[in-house]
Nanobody, 123 residues
Framework: QVQLVESGGGLVQAGGSLRLSCVASGGTLSTYYMGWFRQAPGKEREFVAALGWSGVSTYYADSVKGRCTVSRDNAKNTVYLQMNSLKPEDTAIYYC????????????????WGQGTQVTVSS
């Protein structure tokens, strides 16, 4: 299992942007499928985005499609989530996740999770 540490969260006004980062250690990131999930207060954790080894194959939840871009820099062992046109409903703790199987990443049953980073969008 790789260890994951997220950063980049914060407080932003509606319409603003944030870029989340997830740094991996303890493994070769290029061999893992990566993903982002989020959990808002009182709600279940939900899928946000995922991408394949090379970063070419990407997957997005309908709620963020067109506003978010997931990318990776395997040389830096880092995955990013660029979020634009943020809305108050995007407020949540965002988690990075990794697994050898894309099905596990998209299902939220991955073996590796970060501790999360808080994103708060004010109206």
């Amino acid at each position: 299992q790789v260890q994951l540490v997220e950063s980049g969260g914060g407080l932003v006004q509606a319409g603003g942007s944030l870029r989340l980062s997830c740094v991996a250690s303890g493994g070769t990131l290029s061999t893992y499928y990566m993903g982002w999930f989020r959990q808002a207060p009182g709600k279940e954790r939900e899928f946000v985005a995922a991408l394949g080894w090379s970063g070419v194959s990407t997957y997005y939840a309908d709620s963020v499609k067109g506003r978010c871009t997931v990318s990776r820099d395997n040389a830096k062992n880092t995955v990013y989530l660029q979020m634009n046109s943020l809305k108050p409903e995007d407020t949540a703790i965002y988690y990075c996740t990794a697994d050898k199987l894309i099905s596990r990443v998209r299902a939220g049953t991955s073996g590796s999770w970060g501790q999360g980073t808080q994103v708060t969008v004010s109206s």
